[in-house]
């Protein structure tokens, strides 16, 4: 059989970090199993393969000319067995077909076929896990309602539109993204042809969850710092903040609930307006009802108890003062200890 190159894209938030880790830090079990996950523009805290994405499609004229693209070639020349690589920057900055088609060819004349793997899943989670990530960066302090409805607009939930961006060059295989099934991680190498039991033998080391979600308090807090940053802030200033934001947060709150945007009447409304398109990716890629592959998740049942909670001022204006004047100097580890005491004082107060 040819060898195939596998190319995970996506999309955003459907447990790539968590794939991606998973895969780097089982590379001898993925060896084991005939796959090859190239250790190339990988960093200590990112297991992506970003670096190959963006030079897909920036570079000049064939991918081999890159410095990035150089190594693969070499490191497929050099092992044997499939090819793995994984990045959602693949999904989201390939905007044109010559870009997709120029990875296929890349990979043909290496002599192997390419496949894209891409997971999908329940539109008005994917948004609110979306909207989640936009505001605890900082980047929205809009309503979700509002943040929907614009990347409804974009066409964020056209599922079919985007899968075919990538099948008019290589076969797309498309998943199901589900929480109540087994291990991602055993749906993903399953695709691949490699079995539970042989993926069992090999003892893959498990990891931990790679980015939690936030919840109400955390989100509550996040958008006042966004009101209140400065227009012109620097994007290596935003990103301290959202580095030790994320770090306070983590004491005081500890992710253990995840944000919920909406209810489930409007949750449904996004399913609704999307179910054309969902519809036919599940007659396509899964021989039976999106509904019934793709269940609903049930997060939503959580807004109604979200509501009812109150963020006393005492308690957002130290964090949001401290992050939007980014003084994080010697008094900051005071706010520090603050946040795990009050932590351990009353850990059921901003969790539903």
């Known amino acids: ?49 970003k670096v190959l994405a963006l030079e897909a499609r920036t570079a000049p004229d064939t991918l081999s000319e890159t410095e990035s693209w150089a190594q693969l070639a070499d490191t497929v020349a050099e092992t044997s067995g499939d090819v793995v690589i994984s990045s959602e920057t693949f999904s989201d900055r390939m905007k044109a077909p010559e870009h997709v088609r120029r990875l296929v060819r890349f990979f043909a004349d290496l002599g192997l076929q390419t496949k894209f793997i891409t ?38 939930c056209n599922y079919a539109e985007r899968i075919e961006f990538f099948a008019s ?22 695709a691949m042809g490699r ?4 993926i069992d033998r090999c003892q893959p080391q498990a990891i931990s969850v790679q980015n939690p979600s936030m919840g109400p308090f955390a989100i509550h807090v996040a958008r006042e710092i966004y009101a209140r940053l400065p227009s012109d802030i620097t994007a290596p200033e935003r990103r301290r903040r959202r580095l030790e934001f994320k770090s306070v947060l983590t004491r005081l709150e ?11 009447a409007y949750a449904e409304k996004i399913r609704h307006r999307v179910s054309r398109q969902t519809a036919a990716v599940a007659a396509e890629h899964f021989g039976a009802p999106w509904e019934d592959v793709v269940p609903a998740e049930a997060m939503f049942d959580r807004y109604a108890a979200q509501q009812e909670l109150e963020f006393p001022a005492e308690r957002v204006e130290p ?17 520090r200890r603050w946040a795990y005491r009050l932590k351990q004082k009353a850990t059921g107060l901003f969790s539903a």
Not at 254 to 264: L, P
């Open 1 to 49: 059989m040819p060898r195939t190159a596998y190319v995970h894209i996506g999309t955003h938030k459907t447990g790539t970090t968590y794939l991606q880790s998973w895969m780097r830090k089982n590379a001898n079990t993925l060896a084991q199993l005939g796959i090859v996950y190239p250790d190339i523009g990988l960093t200590p805290k990112d297991a992506a393969h």
């Open 119 to 156: 997971f999908l899943r329940d539109p008005p989670a994917y948004l609110n896990s979306l909207y989640v990530q936009a505001v605890k960066r900082f980047n929205a302090g809009c309503s979700f309602e509002d943040y929907a409805e614009e990347k409804l607009n974009q066409g964020y």
């Open 169 to 190: 060059a290589a076969p797309v295989i498309a998943l199901p993204f589900r929480r109540d099934s087994k291990a991602l991680e055993y749906v993903f190498l399953e």
């Open 195 to 198: 079995s539970s039991e042989e």
């Open 254 to 264: 500890g992710f253990e609930t995840g944000f919920v945007g909406c209810d489930n």
């Open 319 to 335: 964090l949001v003062k401290t992050m939007v004047d980014g003084d994080f100097g010697p008094r900051w580890p005071f706010v």
